[in-house]
């Protein structure tokens, strides 16, 4: 068989049957825990490989496993769900890398980890951390058998529950984030939300709640076109001359980058088509990057 071919019986959620003793070790898991000895690996083609560390190679079939020399290991953060960890049928845990980046870091870009400025890190606040300034990366997600966990002792990552609840909802913020290429981030959400607040700042009353923005692109990779929608709550009427007014404070700079920029939509849910809430994306004020 060709390593182009699909092998049999490729169920990756198969696994042999669990004892009670594995389930109830695995328990003691959850998302968040910390453990420790894990190697950082990853799949490359050769080649053209991006990161900058040394690294060694083990060529397998398709593209190579790449690691660190020297046995060198990590700290690793689970990020799967404590339900899924317990599950028989998914015999993998996720883990990211786990690291002391105080030599890595500005101060500034330390503050920035440290408010949950920066996407891909997340602050570790245990007492045993705070001999540095540790963070999750969560650029690297890495898929290991959960028999990694067993015999291990979990490191709690946080000081206490509100920092667990808000790791879980980094990470499905994370996945959550528009799928819109910088173009737009850069030249219609920000600015979007930069008018909004410069409104407030000039001594202008704050625009009424609405329910949620988004945003309509005619090509997911390059577009030409974004249309913003306001969606307004049921029996309200938000004043469309104030939106069309942050809307002008945006165009030149959208369409300095080849973005023509249509609306504000005053919709409702009740009268937005299902076809443009489904092709259009949430847009928030939350941090891209």
């Excluded at 398709?62 to 690793?76: C, K, N, Q, R, S």
């Excluded at 953060?77 to 500005?106: E, F, H």
């Excluded at 959960?146 to 909802?169: H, I, M, N, V, W």
């Excluded at 007014?245 to 409702?268: D, F, K, S």
């Amino acid at each position: 068989m060709s390593p182009t071919e699909a092998a049999p019986n490729g169920d990756f959620g198969q696994s042999h049957p669990w004892s009670e003793d594995l389930k109830e070790r695995l328990a003691a898991f959850r998302q968040g825990h910390i453990i420790e000895g894990i190697p950082v690996f990853f799949g490359s083609l050769g080649a053209n490989q991006l990161w900058s560390q040394p690294r060694e190679r083990l060529s397998v079939v398709g593209p190579d496993l790449t690691i660190e020399p020297d046995g060198v290991l990590h700290h690793a953060i689970v990020l799967t769900q404590g339900c899924d960890i317990a599950l028989p049928k998914t015999p993998w845990v996720t883990l990211a890398p786990v690291y002391d980046a105080t030599q890595r870091l500005s101060s500034g870009q330390q503050a920035s980890a440290k408010g949950g400025q920066t996407h891909h890190l997340v602050h570790i606040t245990a007492d045993w951390a705070s001999n540095g300034f540790w963070v999750a990366d969560l650029r690297l997600e890495m898929p290991i058998e959960k028999t990694a966990l067993l015999g291990r002792q979990p490191l709690e990552a946080f000081a206490d529950a509100a920092d667990y609840s808000r790791f879980s909802t980094r990470l499905a913020v994370n996945r959550q984030r528009p799928d819109v290429p910088n173009a737009v981030l850069e030249n219609v959400v920000g600015p979007l939300f930069t008018a909004v607040r410069d409104r407030v700042d000039a001594g202008q009353p704050p625009l009424p709640y609405v329910r949620e923005l988004r945003i309509q692109l005619d090509d997911p990779l390059t577009p030409t076109t974004v249309v913003l929608f306001v969606v307004a709550n049921d029996g309200t009427a938000p004043n469309i001359d104030d939106w069309t007014e942050v809307v002008a404070a945006i165009y030149p700079g959208a369409e300095a980058a080849g973005l023509t920029l249509l609306g504000p939509e005053m919709v409702t849910l009740d009268s937005m088509t299902t076809r443009d809430y489904l092709t259009s994306s949430p847009i928030d004020d939350a941090p891209t990057s």
